[in-house]
């Protein structure tokens, strides 16, 4: 098992930043690709981002290309969002996930998830 347990959420202007944090638990973090997904009111679960297990390797939605970055520290079992350049359409809850191996853009596919950080970005 692995416990996921996102931070870092909260309201913020358009244009504005936040940085999203996941704490990791449980089995190795290292095995474990990572991603970001979202899910805003009357809308399904969407793919945001993904690392690798080792960090080398990142892939984004078009929808945040240039805007969001993923990132991840092994040493502290943590992966992280920053997410720039804000937008309303980016409100969203935003959840962590963990992936054994490879990680992948279909959410059925992931193995373990967090409970999710509410993000609100106001015009």
């Known amino acids: 098992q692995v416990q996921l347990a996102e931070s870092g959420g909260g309201l913020v202007q358009a244009g504005g930043s936040v940085r999203l944090s996941c704490a990791a638990s449980?089995?190795?973090?290292?095995?474990?690709?990572m991603g970001w997904f979202r899910q805003a009111p009357g809308k399904e679960r969407e793919f945001v981002a993904a690392?690798?297990?080792?960090?080398?390797?990142?892939y984004y939605a078009d929808s945040v290309k240039g805007r969001f970055t993923i990132s991840r520290d092994n040493a502290k079992n943590t992966v992280y969002l920053q997410m720039n350049s804000l937008k309303p359409g980016d409100t969203a809850v935003y959840y962590c996930?963990?992936?054994?191996?490879?990680?992948?853009?279909?959410?059925?596919?992931?193995?373990?998830w967090g409970q999710g950080t509410q993000v609100t970005v106001s015009s």
């Open positions: 690392i690798s297990r080792s960090g080398g390797s990142t």
């Open positions: 449980g089995r190795t973090f290292i095995a474990y690709a």
């Open positions: 996930a963990a992936r054994a191996v490879m990680w992948t853009t279909s959410v059925q596919t992931w193995d373990y």
